[in-house]
């Protein structure tokens, strides 16, 4: 199952008709060090480890799902960091929540089939990776919270 922020999304309307309904992805900052970890998606853009809040799921459950599938590591889900809308296309947009997360355990990060690399990056760095503005953000955030 596709859990990127690039798959096909629908773009519909509530039952009202009136407010639009989106995708939720819940994404999180993950410094190993101070680099933090990103991974390639399928558009050649750089993004966060997490993926699809799915009917039923809570985000911090989420998200600790998601990191152990794409990285195949343990982490504690910690602050709440942003929110924010997230054109994939002209009429499609994924709600993007992201949180700070902490490994519980030194282990090594795995790369899983979902996405085309993994990186750690320094924060000089981040300006130049191909990524939303508000994953930078989000690193940024995490960043200066942790007191890097």
């Known amino acids: ?6 798959a096909p999304v629908e773009f519909t309307r509530s039952s009202a008709g009136t407010a639009p309904v989106w995708p939720v992805s819940i994404k999180g900052v993950l410094f190993v ?45 910690a602050d709440l960091l942003d929110c924010w809308r997230y054109p994939v296309l002209v009429d499609r947009s994924v709600l993007i929540v992201t949180y700070g997360v902490k490994p519980l355990a030194q282990a090594e ?28 953000r989000s690193i940024r955030h995490w960043a200066e919270r942790c007191g890097l």
Request: hydrophobic share 40%; with cysteine; aromatic share 4%.
């Open 1 to 6: 199952m596709e859990r990127s922020i690039g």
């Open 109 to 136: 990060l795995h790369l899983s089939h979902e996405h085309k690399a993994l990186g750690r990056f320094a924060m000089a760095d981040i300006a130049a990776l191909r990524m939303p503005e508000g994953y930078r």
């Open 33 to 77: 060090g101070a680099e933090v970890v990103l991974l390639k998606n399928e558009r050649d853009e750089w993004e966060l480890p997490g993926g699809r809040l799915e009917t039923g799921e809570d985000p911090v459950p989420c998200l600790a799902r998601e990191i152990a599938e794409e990285l195949g590591i343990e982490v504690e889900i």
